[in-house]
Nanobody
Framework: QVQLVESGGGLVQAGGSLRLSCAAS????????MGWFRQAPGKEREFVAA????????YFANSVKGRFTISRDNAKNLVYLQMNSLKPEDTAVYYC????????????????WGQGTQVTVSS
């Protein structure tokens, strides 16, 4: 089992940057694919980015491609989401997710979730 805790959210102006962190518990962190999702008020949770267990492959939603990067440090049980050139439409609660199977853009296919961290981008 994996427990996830996100941090790093906050209020930023459009065009600014934030780096989210997700700290994972458990000795098997390095065997899990990790993902970031977000959910804006009144909207469904949507895929943002994912990274394979080894870090060799990354995946991004079209809406964030070229602006966001995802990385992980398996020695520290951490995964990061670097968000640059932020837009007001990036405002949402951002969730970290983990799963030992192949990554998926569908939230229901991920086994473990953090509690979320709020990101607000002002115009």
């Amino acid at each position: 089992q994996v427990q996830l805790v996100e941090s790093g959210g906050g209020l930023v102006q459009a065009g600014g940057s934030l780096r989210l962190s997700c700290a994972a518990s458990g000795r098997t962190f390095s065997s899990y694919n990790m993902g970031w999702f977000r959910q804006a008020p009144g909207k469904e949770r949507e895929f943002v980015a994912a990274i394979t267990w080894s870090g060799s492959s990354t995946y991004f939603a079209n809406s964030v491609k070229g602006r966001f990067t995802i990385s992980r440090d398996n020695a520290k049980n951490l995964v990061y989401l670097q968000m640059n050139s932020l837009k007001p439409e990036d405002t949402a609660v951002y969730y970290c997710a983990a799963d030992p199977k192949r990554y998926s853009v569908l939230p229901n296919n991920w086994d473990y979730w953090g509690q979320g961290t709020q990101v607000t981008v002002s115009s």
